[in-house]
């Protein structure tokens, strides 16, 4: 395992889609010709996208996270996506990651880092991570679909 790829922060179109494949695994709905496009208008609302590049450059590893603040978690980062390819799973990379926001977090005096994550089975590996990096479960998330036929 070679596991000393620099974390480096997808700034350019470029870089936004060397990560789109290993988005793509967390999110499959993904399509690769409006990634670019929705990655920037998250920029401009704080989204950070950050990776770990393998020798071509590509992503192995990923996570999307923002600061923001709020009145119940004041000044927080809330990390939206954190993915690894299937193939390098289990090789440090999204503690890595983690690590590195915690960084992030400190650097911006923020009091807490947050994230959702789904209770499939396929997530428990992910959730034993979590855990070990010392998140709590804290709360239940609830999501509702806007029908705006309804209105």
């Known amino acids: ?83 690894t390819m299937q193939s390098e799973r289990s090789k440090g990379f999204a503690s890595r990651l983690l690590d590195y926001i915690e960084q992030v977090a400190i650097e911006n005096s923020c009091g807490q880092i947050h994230l959702d994550s789904g209770c499939q089975a396929s997530r428990y590996d992910a959730h034993r991570l979590y855990l070990k990096k010392g998140f709590n479960i804290t709360s239940h998330h609830f999501a509702m679909i806007v029908d705006r036929e309804k209105h």
């Not at 974390?7 to 470029?14: F, L, R, V």
């Open 1 to 83: 395992m070679n596991n000393t790829q620099t974390i480096q922060e997808a700034k350019n179109d470029s870089e936004i889609l060397k990560c789109f494949l290993v988005m793509k695994e967390l999110r499959p709905y993904l399509e690769e010709q409006s990634f670019v496009e929705k990655v920037k208008r998250m920029q401009g609302l704080a989204y950070r996208l950050i990776y770990i590049p393998n020798h071509n450059g590509v992503a192995l590893a990923a996570a999307g996270f923002r600061i923001t603040e709020l009145l119940h978690w004041g000044k927080a980062i809330y990390i939206d996506d954190l993915t």
